[in-house]
C-alpha cells in the first residue's frame, strides 16, 4: 500500500491539495486521491476538490480519471454520486485501487452509482497505467 508521496509518481504531481479528511495528487488528466482513516467521504468532502479541479483543468471533468487510493480505511457514500450529476461534473473514468477482499467487494457496490467508465484495481501502477491510457484515448 503506497502512498503517491513514496512513490516514483510524486515528481509527476502539478498540484497538491491537502485537506482534513485526505490528500489529492492532480496529474496531467488525473486526479489520485488518498483518503485518511476512518473518514467518511460524501459529497460534502468531494465538492472543494471538484471546484479545485474544475479551475485547475478548466474542464468539466469529462476529460479527467479520477483514482481513489485507498491505502487507509474509511468510508463512502456512494449515493453521494447522484450529487454529481445535478453540479454537470462529469468523469472520463473513476478507478478504485484496494488492497483488501472487503474493500473489492465495496468497490463492486459504489461502481453501481458511478455513470462513467468505472475500474477496480489492486495496484496503484495499474490503475495509474489505465488512467494514462484513458487519457491518451481522448487526444488521439
Known amino acids: 500500500m503506497n502512498s503517491i508521496r513514496e512513490s516514483v509518481f510524486y515528481p509527476e504531481v502539478l498540484k497538491e491539495i491537502n485537506m482534513h479528511y485526505g490528500n489529492f495528487y492532480f496529474f496531467d488528466g488525473f486526479i489520485v486521491s488518498e483518503v485518511f482513516k476512518n473518514v ?5 468532502e468531494a465538492k472543494p476538490i471538484i471546484n479545485a479541479a474544475t479551475s485547475f483543468y478548466n474542464t468539466d471533468g469529462s476529460k479527467l480519471v479520477y483514482i ?8 463512502v457514500k456512494p449515493v453521494d454520486w447522484f450529487h454529481f450529476a445535478n453540479y454537470s461534473f ?8 484496494n488492497y ?19 475500474k477496480s484495481f489492486t495496484s496503484l501502477m495499474d490503475a495509474l497505467q489505465w488512467a494514462a491510457a484513458l487519457k491518451n484515448s481522448v487526444n488521439s
Request: hydrophobic fraction near 40%; charged fraction near 20%; charge should be positive.
Open 40 to 44: 467518511v467521504f460524501g459529497w460534502e
Open 90 to 97: 462529469k468523469l472520463m473514468g473513476y478507478g478504485v485501487v
Open 68 to 75: 481513489s487510493n485507498r491505502i487507509n480505511k474509511y468510508s
Open 100 to 118: 483488501t477482499d472487503p474493500g473489492l467487494i465495496n468497490s463492486k457496490l459504489e461502481s453501481l452509482f458511478v455513470k462513467s467508465k468505472f
